[in-house]
């Protein structure tokens, strides 16, 4: 629907495992974004990548871990999570033109993580 | 610090009737801001974009003004359906004026009764 796909869509794991979501983009777009949603919060972003390169991390702990192989696609690799990062975690693409662009950003229906 | 404000976390209005959401942020002059839509359980989804410059926009039953001065901005739905039932978010460029990155309010979740 939006042309942003995301799996899985809800994930369950203990705070031993690692598990990665993933995200792929069919836009052609340039910036790809990691967001997390928590009850009665703003969204949060996590990671911006553009060009494949990262341009921004927002104070995000080691436990998160972001890959961009390709302008296409995007992974959050989690390893020894806790419960508070339960949350909804979205992806974004946009076409990032830099400055004067106004990018709107082409959000994936997310991936519901519950940490036990 | 830079903070954006959707007043209302929730907001119940009959069908038929206008529905008004509002966005007031501080300590920035963002280049433009962004409204989208959120229903239950997806991700949000891009409905108008506003610039700096420009005082209202308009697409169908939404209409969005933007003003500068008092720092603020007002989404309108005429003529409410129940389908717009939802969480409406408002989202600024408060990384720097043009750039790619936007920071979203918290949201105001839109109950339309029929």
């Known amino acids: 629907e939006t042309g942003v796909t995301q799996t899985p869509r809800h994930l369950v794991m203990g705070m031993t495992n690692k598990k990665s979501l993933k995200c792929e983009q069919h836009?052609?777009?340039?910036?790809m974004y990691w967001y997390k949603q928590s009850a009665k919060k703003p969204l949060e972003l996590m990671f911006v990548?553009?060009?494949?390169?990262?341009?921004e991390n927002n104070s995000v702990p080691s436990r998160f871990s972001p890959e961009c192989p390709n302008s296409s696609h995007l992974f959050l690799h989690l390893h020894t999570l806790q419960p508070e990062d339960s949350a909804l975690y979205l992806c974004?693409?946009?076409?990032?033109?830099?400055?004067?662009?106004?990018?709107?950003?082409?959000f994936g229906p997310g991936t519901r993580l519950t940490v036990l | 610090s830079q903070k954006i404000e959707q007043n209302s976390e929730a907001l119940n209005i009959q069908e038929g009737k206008t529905a008004t959401l509002t966005c007031n942020y501080t300590?920035?002059?963002?280049?433009?801001l962004q409204w989208y839509r959120q229903d239950p359980g997806r991700g949000p989804v891009f409905l108008l974009l506003?610039?700096?410059?420009?005082k209202e926009k308009r697409k169908e039953r939404l209409k969005v003004t933007f003003d500068t001065t008092l720092k603020q901005s007002l989404f309108h739905i005429t003529a409410s359906q129940p389908a717009d039932s939802a969480t409406y978010l408002c989202?600024?460029?408060?990384?720097?004026?043009?750039?790619?990155?936007?920071?979203f309010g918290k949201g105001t979740k839109l109950s339309v009764i029929p």
């Open positions: 974004a693409s946009s076409e990032a033109g830099g400055l004067g662009n106004t990018d709107t950003q082409y």
């Open positions: 836009l052609g777009h340039n910036a």
């Open positions: 990548y553009s060009l494949e390169e990262r341009v």
């Open positions: 300590n920035y002059s963002p280049a433009y």
């Open positions: 506003i610039r700096e410059n420009e």
């Open positions: 989202a600024l460029d408060m990384a720097g004026a043009g750039s790619y990155q936007l920071t």
